[in-house]
């Protein structure tokens, strides 16, 4: 009865790995295969909580920061992740609380609101902190 168990447990961590795709849960559903094993040998239910949690802990450990890199290395890096950290040149007055400033970056203006709700007045010089929507939210460069 418990190896009946333990494979449910095994095809429903696969089914939230598949939905997922986050190498979070494939790691239990071989833990869970390890104590199907040990339940079908006839082991105690201890050791097969035993095997389930050591197995899907020392696999999860071991391998998935493998697998990360496997998987980050297909991944290209979009033209916003590269905006951050950047320098860019206030264009109209920012005003967080009034929900106005633009920056020009790279010859393109952006919308920009300040990181601290500072107002950052034309012609400074900012560094791009993060990208929200449309948005460059901005820190003074002076800082």
Known sequence: MMTILWLVIVAVM????????????????LGAVSAAIAAGLGAPLWIQFVLFT????IIMVLVRP?????????????????VVGEQAEVIENIKNQKEQGKVR???????????????????????????????????????
């Open 66 to 82: 493998f697998a990360m890199k496997c998987i980050d290395k297909n991944r290209t890096k979009t033209n916003i992740e590269e």
């Open 54 to 57: 050591c197995v899907s802990v």
């Open 14 to 29: 696969l089914i939230i790995e598949i939905f997922t795709l986050g190498l979070t849960t494939i790691w239990f559903s």
């Open 105 to 143: 970056f790279r010859g393109v203006e952006w919308m920009a609101r300040s990181v601290d709700g500072t107002e950052i007045p034309i012609g400074e010089m900012v560094t791009v902190e993060s990208v929200s929507g449309v948005k460059l939210i901005v820190r003074s460069a002076a800082e």
